[in-house]
């Protein structure tokens, strides 16, 4: 059973910082390039990160370049998202998705607000 599990969201004040971390299961995680989009109430789903296969490459939305650090650790199956300099902008539900078959998680809430 293919499983993403987000875990880390919450209420952070702007200018702190999250991490995010996802848990995959029941696929070949090293395969997969793995990314991180977030969908703010209204909005349409937009890319965060992504990273290859092998974490040797990543990809950044202009709008987090130098904010956020995406990471992943294939002995783990986990894939982290660090983010710092929080905006209230950043406000979203943040999932990770499996790129090669397309598989996401469920989500978990950012809010930052003071």
């Known amino acids: 059973q293919v499983q993403l599990v987000e875990s880390g969201g919450g209420l952070v004040q702007p200018g702190g910082s999250l991490r995010l971390s996802c848990a995959a299961s029941g696929f070949t995680f090293s395969l997969h390039p793995m990314s991180w989009y977030r969908q703010a109430p209204g909005k349409a789903r937009e890319l965060v990160a992504g990273v290859s296969s092998s974490g040797g490459s990543t990809n950044y939305a202009d709008s987090v370049r130098g904010r956020f650090t995406i990471s992943r650790d294939n002995a783990k199956n986990t894939v982290a998202l660090q983010m710092n300099s929080l905006k209230p902008e950043d406000t979203a539900v943040y999932y990770c998705?499996?790129?090669?078959?397309?598989?996401w998680g469920q989500g978990t809430q950012v809010t930052v607000s003071s």
């Open positions: 998705k499996a790129e090669l078959r397309g598989y």
